[in-house]
């Protein structure tokens, strides 16, 4: 199933982005791109400022500077607009699922945006993506292990059929056995054109899924590489410390 983009076209282009909580800047100056089909980590240690970059983008929380997705600037608009343009968010510990409504009332709220012809089979990619979904869709989502949580808060950003999902710590808190299942989705995500965007503490998974990372320390990217750099224990070290060449 097409998703996005033809692979290898570009989709996300943010420069010197910036974010803000009251008025201290958190990040700053940051340039990145994105293309369809490609998966960038923002790697960094707590504190970075990796979520509220992500938020920044998503228009969660205030940022400047240019923000662009399929050539449509985004700067100035609201979270659900962005939205409405093919950024979707899947923010920390799961934070956009509904705990008191079940798994498919939670489906159908993430797919409300699109029109009513296309609903049946977005939500049929959904759950063929993360098929337990369908086996506890009568399930309250707030009784679900953190695993099925997260596949939830992915699907239900996913109904919206964006051209970039942005992922904030997704592997956090799980088990490792379900890291198997979030990386064969985010394969099959990328084959399909969309762009995804990680933010991730959990450098060794991430050294399995993407195709370039970033690390950002004190809200500036301070190195940058493709994965292959992530397969060195001493390269993992120097991308989580921000340190060495790059």
């Not at 998966?39 to 240690?45: K, N």
């Not at 369908?134 to 695993?147: D, H, V, W």
Request: proline letters at 4%.
């Amino acid at each position: 199933m097409q998703l996005g983009s033809a692979p290898g076209a570009s989709v996300l282009s943010c420069k010197g982005l910036s974010a803000r909580y009251h008025r201290v800047t958190v990040v700053s100056g940051v340039d990145l791109s994105l293309r369809a089909g490609e998966m960038l980590a923002v790697l960094g240690s707590n504190g970075a400022g990796k979520s509220s970059m992500l938020q920044a983008i998503a228009g969660v929380v205030r940022g400047g500077g240019e923000i662009n997705v399929n050539g449509r600037s985004l700067g100035g608009m609201s979270a659900h607009k962005r939205a409405l343009h093919g950024l979707s968010l899947v923010p920390e510990q799961r934070r956009n699922i509904f705990p008191t409504m079940t798994v498919r009332e939670n489906i159908d709220i993430g797919l409300a945006l699109l029109p009513a012809s296309e609903r049946e089979a977005q939500r049929a990619f959904i759950i063929d993506l993360f098929p337990i979904l369908q086996t506890r869709e009568t399930a309250m989502a707030g009784m679900l292990s953190g695993g099925e949580q997260q596949m939830l808060a992915i699907g239900l950003a996913l109904g919206r059929k964006p051209a970039v999902l942005a992922l904030d710590e997704p592997s956090q808190g799980l088990a490792p056995a379900v890291f198997d299942i979030l990386a064969a989705a985010f394969d099959r995500l990328k084959k399909g054109g969309l762009a995804l965007l990680l933010a991730e503490q959990n450098v060794p998974f991430a050294a399995r899924i993407v195709d370039r990372y970033v690390v950002l320390s004190h809200g500036h990217i301070v190195r940058s590489g493709d994965r292959a750099d992530l397969d060195d224990p001493q390269r993992i070290a120097e991308a989580f410390l921000g340190t060495g060449r790059g």
